[in-house]
């Protein structure tokens, strides 16, 4: 038997669910609102905080900071379509001492000044650190942008200097355009006569993007990509993500399970078992001409449109295994549903 090493996350991201109040293009984790409710319970809640507990590091600059690639996030999905729940979990997350701890949103819900208040003074009392709230044009497909602005703004007041906003160009940019409602992609890059969108927003060319931003980007045959890294590491101990279906989810890679949150201690100390998860072999070895050749032994036939990452070779692969078979590291099921809608 071969098994291979996980490391002990110090840092990462748990999905409360995987619904969303928007459906961005870009979206890593293809979340919707068109996903079952399966918000995680709170005994799942309240075991996955337990065994992370001890081991997320704090932010550079103290347990009170924040900083993206350290302490747990709360994040889905937009987590604020169940702010009973999301309160739960930083009061537990509190309680089990754990550090820098922050929320990720997309502001549809900050419809009101007192509203909004009122919910993040209820968050930082509960013990949240900060929050990170997200700007870019595909958001602002959803969102109307004075949400976003009402967020920031009364997020500063209550979390003072533990405010992310990614990207603050972007939110810059739409301020100086005036911009107050939600914009279509197309109205926005003839707005801001930005011709070279794909240059501009940082973002991973994998999950929803891989799907629905193929127009911006160069396509190239697989071969291109086998030697590719994965950037960043696909093993690696800072921001995995763990969901509501109990996965334990590599780095970004929606789609992707290590194994179940629930045996991490078991994950860390003894390795994932590779002969009972080939695609994870592949993935683990960062090596697509073998996951390329796995999946053609299975008939997958190369895209004559090519692929424009190797994110996308990985994803078209990965699909096409979940049509074939049942590879209980291609979890959850439903991401290979709604990545493409
Ligand atoms: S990127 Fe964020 S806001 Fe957009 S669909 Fe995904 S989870 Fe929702
Ligand atoms: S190529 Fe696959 S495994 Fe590597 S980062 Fe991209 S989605 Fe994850």
Redesign the pocket.
């Known amino acids: 038997m071969t098994k291979a090493h996980i490391p002990w996350p110090v840092s990462g991201g748990l999905l409360l669910s995987y619904k ?5 293009r ?4 293809a ?2 609102p068109r996903w079952k409710g399966d918000w995680i319970t709170k005994e799942d809640l309240f075991q996955v905080l337990s065994l992370l507990a001890g081991r997320i590091q704090p932010g550079p600059w103290g347990e009170q900071t924040v900083s993206l690639n350290y302490g747990l996030h709360f ?4 987590p604020f379509l169940n702010f009973e729940l999301l309160v739960e979990a930083v009061q537990m997350a509190e309680e089990l001492r754990i550090p820098s701890t922050f929320v ?1 949103t ?1 502001c549809s819900w900050c419809g009101d000044d007192e509203m909004a208040r009122e919910q993040l003074t209820l968050l930082k009392e509960a013990g949240l650190q900060g929050i990170l709230v ?1 700007v870019n044009p ?2 602002a497909e ?1 969102v109307p942008f004075e949400r976003t602005e009402r967020c920031i703004r009364i997020s500063r007041e209550v979390f003072g200097v533990n405010v992310m906003v990614y990207q603050l160009a972007y939110y810059n940019r739409f301020r100086q355009l005036g911009i107050k409602e939600r914009l279509p992609l197309e109205d926005y890059v003839a707005l801001a006569g930005d011709e070279r969108l794909a240059e501009q927003v940082e973002l991973f060319l994998m999950g929803r993007a891989a799907r629905q931003l193929r127009e911006f980007y160069r396509a190239y045959p697989a071969r291109r990509f086998f030697h590719e890294p994965c950037q960043p590491p696909f093993l690696r101990n800072w921001h995995n993500h763990f969901d509501n279906y109990g996965n334990f989810m590599p780095g970004y890679c929606g789609g992707v399970s290590l194994g179940q949150w629930k045996d991490l201690d078991a994950l860390a100390r003894e390795g994932v078992e590779l002969d009972e998860h080939p695609v994870l072999r592949f993935l683990i070895a960062e090596d697509m001409r073998g996951l390329f050749h796995f999946a053609h032994d299975f008939g997958y036939r190369e895209s004559q449109d090519g692929y424009v990452s190797k994110c996308d070779l990985c994803l078209d692969l990965r699909e096409f295994l979940v049509s074939k078979g049942d590879f209980q590291e291609l979890n959850p099921r439903e991401f290979y549903t709604h990545v493409r809608t």
């Not at 969303?20 to 961005?24: G, K, N, R």
């Not at 994040?75 to 937009?78: F, H, I, S, V």
């Open positions: 969303c109040s928007a459906a961005c870009h979206c890593m984790y979340c919707s994040t889905g999905g937009e990720e997309n997200s595909f958001y959803y």
